[in-house]
Nanobody, 116 residues
Framework: QVQLVESGGGLVQVGESLRLSCAAS????????MGWYRQAPGNQREFVAA?????????ADSVKGRFTFSRDDAKNVNTVHLQMNSLKPEDTAVYYC????????WGQGTQVTVSS
């Protein structure tokens, strides 16, 4: 069984930064695709960013140039980080980490609130 633990959410002002982290534990011993979705109140969950097993990253247009997705070092390849810069009020949401094997595993979510 795989578990995902997210951290790093919080309350910031417009233009500030946050770094989200997601650590996978359990029966995973190889590099797997991981990513982030987010869900604002009243909205559907939307894609934010993803990283493939080979390290290729993909971003939603709304976060390109502001967010950077990366993996941890070789000892923790299934720990990922989402560096979020120049945050906007529309980035306010619960951010969910996921991990993709034969099925998709989800974290519990971490709240990001950007205040104007």
């Amino acid at each position: 069984q795989v578990q995902l633990v997210e951290s790093g959410g919080g309350l910031v002002q417009v233009g500030e930064s946050l770094r989200l982290s997601c650590a996978a534990s359990g029966s995973i011993s190889y590099i797997v695709p991981m990513g982030w979705y987010r869900q604002a109140p009243g909205n559907q969950r939307e894609f934010v960013a993803a990283i493939s097993a080979s390290g290729t990253t993909h971003y939603a247009d709304s976060v390109k140039g502001r967010f950077t997705f990366s993996r941890d070092d070789a000892k923790n390849v299934n720990t990922v980080h989402l560096q979020m810069n120049s945050l906007k009020p529309e980035d306010t949401a619960v951010y969910y980490c996921y991990l993709q094997t034969l099925r998709t595993y989800w974290g519990q979510g971490t709240q990001v609130t950007v205040s104007s």
